[in-house]
């Protein structure tokens, strides 16, 4: 099961079916893997503040993924979103903000599921992962080098 929940009304504001895309773009990410997700769409200063709090970065960021303990289980963990710095990378890169909240739910999901990108050869598969889900869903490779602005 995926829940999506809209903290901040302007992810609504600018994309009206915010919280379907962010669900078939987790649901995507999820394949067969059975579990439960939470993704929550939120504002900067949320964001900023969890950061601060579990990551010792007091600042915002677009996505943070909280994976759930194993003795959780089905639950694989949350996601966090922050509109403003999600609105403001989609517009300097060129994207659409729904393509945007795509990728970023999709890396997320991924963490959730333990692929990390720590090193070069991680980041690689990572992203490979990435642009394979996402062609899925008819958006453009985020990493392509004509992608970014």
Known sequence: MIEVEVEDAAWTAALP????????????ALGTVGGDVVVLLTDDAAVQDLNARFRGRDRPTNVLSFPAAGSAAPHLGDLVLAYGVCAAEAEAQGKTLADHLSHLTVHGVLHLLGRDHGDETEAEEMEAEERTILASLGVA???RADAQA
């Not at 915010?18 to 078939?24: D, G, L, N, T, Y």
């Open 17 to 28: 079916d915010a919280a379907a895309v962010a669900e078939r773009a987790a649901s995507a």
């Open 141 to 143: 490779d985020p990493y």
